[in-house]
C-alpha cells in the first residue's frame, strides 16, 4: 500500500508517527513550500501522476491539500485538524472535479487554536458530498498539535475501516 502523508504549515512528519504508518505501507512525505507556492495541490496532483497512491493523510493545511488531493485520486483520506474553511497563507484549489469521494476520516482537536473548530465542522456540514462516507472524531482536551496516541489511535481506526 502507498501512502501520501501532506504535512502541515511549519512542520514535518515525525520519526515516531511515520513509523507508525509504515506498518501498513509505503510513506511518500514530500517537502511542501505552502509559503511560496499557493498552487501546492496542483504541484502534488502533477508529482503524483506517475505513482500509485491508495490512500492520503494530512494535517492542517496538508488537511486541506489532501481533502483535494485524495478527491482528485478517489483515495480514502485521513485528515488531522483539516483547514478546510480558512488558511493562514494563500492555496488555490486548482480545477477539476472533485465531486468524486472516498471514504473520509477526519480528527478534530475541540481546543484547536490555530483552526476554528467550529468553522471547520461548518464547511463539512455544508460542503461535503456523500456525508455517509464521512467519520468525525471529535477529542476534546485536544489542540491543534496531534499528540502521538491520538495520532495513533486514528490511523489504526482508519486502517481498520479500509480492512487492510
Not at 509504515?22 to 511560496?36: L, T
Not at 497512491?53 to 483535494?68: R, T
Not at 482537536?109 to 460542503?127: H, N, Q, R
Amino acid at each position: 500500500m502507498n501512502i501520501l502523508y501532506l504535512h502541515g504549515l511549519e512542520s514535518k512528519l515525525s520519526p515516531q508517527k511515520r513509523k507508525i504508518l509504515e506498518k501498513y505501507g509505503e510513506v511518500y512525505a514530500p517537502d511542501i513550500d505552502y509559503h511560496n507556492n499557493p498552487n501546492a495541490i496542483e504541484s502534488i496532483i502533477e508529482e503524483l501522476s506517475d505513482q500509485e497512491i491508495n490512500v492520503v493523510l494530512g494535517s492542517s493545511i496538508g488537511g486541506f491539500a489532501g481533502y483535494y488531493v485524495s478527491a482528485h485520486l478517489f483515495s480514502p483520506a485521513l485528515l488531522f485538524n483539516p483547514a478546510l474553511s480558512n488558511r493562514s497563507v494563500p492555496q488555490h484549489v486548482p480545477a477539476g472535479d472533485f465531486g468524486r469521494w472516498n471514504m473520509i476520516q477526519i480528527a478534530l482537536g475541540m481546543e484547536d487554536d490555530v483552526v476554528p473548530v467550529g468553522e471547520t465542522l461548518k464547511f463539512i456540514s455544508d460542503s461535503i458530498p456523500y456525508k455517509n462516507k464521512i467519520h468525525l472524531n471529535l477529542y476534546p482536551r485536544t489542540g491543534h498539535r496531534i499528540d502521538l496516541e491520538v495520532f495513533e489511535k486514528e490511523v489504526e481506526s482508519f486502517f481498520g475501516k479500509l480492512c487492510y
